[in-house]
């Protein structure tokens, strides 16, 4: 699919995905974090910051529609699917009540949305498309910066 430069807009989704960066994987994570190390520590501290600058950065990077960041994001929200699926399994295998299985399914759906909709091919070229003419333009204020200098 080849996109012209006019043509090419932010898809609305795009901030949908990065409130889902913040709020789900960055919450995932620092669930994460608190279950491995005890939440006074200087540990769990530094992890929280770090926690916080990368989810801060994929944000960040994917209103940016930056391809990298968004295959990151892409396959963490795959990760957390599959893991939520798994959980679903395991839990429902040991005769839980199916109620009882509705917090997971708040983490599992948007996960698998989101992956599914970061990964495809043509949303990765539409992030090449958008950021190509940004990318153009500071490449040559780079090189008229060199050039004078």
Known sequence: MHFEPKDIKRP??????????????GG????AVRYFTNPGDEQYKVAAVFIMIFAITLVVNIIRMKKLFIIIFGTLCAAIAAFQVFNIVYIAYQGVPVASLTPMLIF????AAFAVLSLRP??????????????????????MKKSKG
């Open 28 to 31: 995932l994570l620092s669930t």
């Open 12 to 25: 609305w989704y795009v901030y949908l995905m990065a409130v889902w960066a913040f709020i789900g994987i």
């Open 108 to 111: 599992l759906l948007p996960s």
């Open 122 to 143: 043509n949303f990765l070229k539409l992030a090449v498309a958008f950021r190509e003419p940004i990318e153009r333009e500071a490449m040559m204020k780079y090189a």
